[in-house]
């Protein structure tokens, strides 16, 4: 359900929807949302895992994604700030938590002769300087909304997303083309000593809309920035309703994957 917070340094409102789809037996995405409070400042973070369908228990790969991210919110980034570390080195921390993170999937996968492996897009908010820290691997996605127009903040790490930066594809062809699932990079799936994409921007009242595939491949972007700009999500209940509604037009025009989306608005 959707959940509204106050304090005394930010307003913000929270959704999500997960469904596995008119096809799937599993729903091998996963989600979290986690605040806290220190020194009188919120930290946010919110993460869609996404797992591999072509691998076998991706759901347990994008869970134990989550659950590391969680760990890593509640302990590491606490440190952090109790040692008054700056966002570089929270940065830096996170990304060699998350390679310690792929290298113990990908150990469990030789140990156990499976293959498991999941896309990750993340971002902490950080109240206290005012910035957001986006981490992201995969061909999940994060966008940035305002009333006036729509952000995509990360780039697919996939056979299509790449031939849509360098001009070979549109966006519109690349949600038809069946090579849509062949990631370049993610979590876990062997991939060893890759690199994952980091962006810092300054934080703004805007919405915020991490997916997984499922969610965008039947919608364009102009129709998630008419429903999901901030002026038309002004309560939990209306967040609420907008995801089930566009999860539902996914099923309705024959999406076949797992559907996951989750709404931060700060307002």
């Known amino acids: 359900p959707a959940k509204y917070e106050r304090n005394d340094t930010m307003d913000y409102l929270f959704s999500y929807c997960t469904d596995k789809g008119p096809c799937r037996d599993v729903n091998q995405d996963s989600l979290c949302f986690k605040s806290a409070e220190y020194k009188g400042n919120t930290f946010l973070l919110a993460a869609v895992c996404d ?19 969680s760990q ?4 590491n980034l606490a440190s952090l700030l109790h040692r008054k570390k ?15 993170v792929n290298d113990k999937i990908n150990k469990y996968s030789a140990k156990n002769n499976k293959m498991l492996g999941t896309t990750m897009t993340a971002i ?13 691997v995969g061909d999940s996605r994060a966008y940035k909304i305002s009333d006036n127009e729509i952000t995509l903040i990360t780039n697919d790490h996939s056979v299509v997303g790449e031939e849509v930066r360098n001009g070979f594809l549109t966006e519109e062809l690349a949600n038809s ?10 979590i876990g799936a062997d991939f060893d ?22 969610f965008r491949k039947k919608i364009s972007s102009s129709e998630f920035s008419e429903s999901l700009k901030p002026s038309e999500i002004t309560d939990k209940i209306k967040a609420e309703n907008t995801l089930r509604r566009l999860t539902e037009l996914n099923i309705q025009r024959d999406e076949t994957d797992n559907i996951t989306s989750l709404l931060l608005r700060i307002i």
């Open 51 to 69: 797992g591999m369908g072509g691998l076998s228990d991706g759901e347990n790969a994008s869970a134990y994604v989550i659950k590391k991210l």
């Open 72 to 75: 890593w919110f509640e302990n």
């Open 86 to 100: 700056g966002i570089l080195d929270i940065r830096k921390n996170l990304d060699e938590y998350i390679h310690m």
């Open 124 to 136: 902490i908010v950080l109240t206290d300087i005012n910035k957001i820290l986006t981490a992201h």
């Open 177 to 186: 083309d069946e090579r849509q699932n062949q990631l370049t990079k993610c």
């Open 193 to 214: 000593d890759i690199s994952y994409d980091y962006t810092i921007n300054d934080m703004e009242s805007c919405v915020y809309m991490l997916c997984s595939d499922g």
